[in-house]
């Protein structure tokens, strides 16, 4: 299982489930993006990762899955933000009740599936016209490798 089928899955299961977002394609530089698409956005993305126990002709390796979400909310006072912020809470919600109800994102092949989750502090970005979020998933897998 690479990298790229765990990400393309995760991408798979925010598309179907955040049907109102829009994939963001530069996941390295969330701000590069655009403004249209930090609206309501999402973009997964592998952080820091350490090696895991794996078969032989296998190496495992326990790493961070990002997925960030970008909204447009309203972030001063005076624009209404108390009632709206709720909502992009919602939205971190299913997605972390969907990825944890099917561990392994439906390719359980060489994916052990994810052993915890944490949530980041909303942050500003764009001139603080946007608000992004990280939710961070502690990820198992092994990657076949030949000799």
């Given at each position: 299982?690479?990298f790229?089928?765990i ?20 996941v390295?530089?969330i ?11 999402y ?8 090696p ?10 326990e ?23 709720s ?11 969907s ?6 994102l ?6 052990k ?8 502090s ?14 961070s ?6 990657v076949n490798?030949?000799?």
């Amino acid at each position: 299982m690479s990298f790229g089928d765990i990400r393309n899955a995760a991408n798979t299961r925010l598309a179907s489930l955040l049907t109102s977002y829009t994939e963001l394609y530069n996941v390295f530089d969330i701000e590069d993006n655009e403004p249209r698409s930090l609206e309501k956005g999402y973009a997964v993305r592998f952080g820091e990762g350490l090696p895991a126990l794996a078969c032989t002709r296998q190496v495992g390796f326990e790493t961070r899955l990002e997925v960030v979400l970008t909204n447009s909310l309203p972030v001063r006072l005076s624009d209404g933000q108390a009632p709206t912020v709720s909502t992009l809470y919602t939205d971190v919600d299913s997605v972390v009740a969907s990825f944890f109800n099917d561990t392994y994102l439906g390719v359980s092949q060489h994916f052990k599936g994810f052993t915890s989750c944490s949530v980041g502090s909303p942050q500003l970005i764009v001139g603080k016209e946007f608000v992004m979020i990280e939710i961070s998933f502690n990820a198992n897998h092994k990657v076949n490798i030949s000799y």
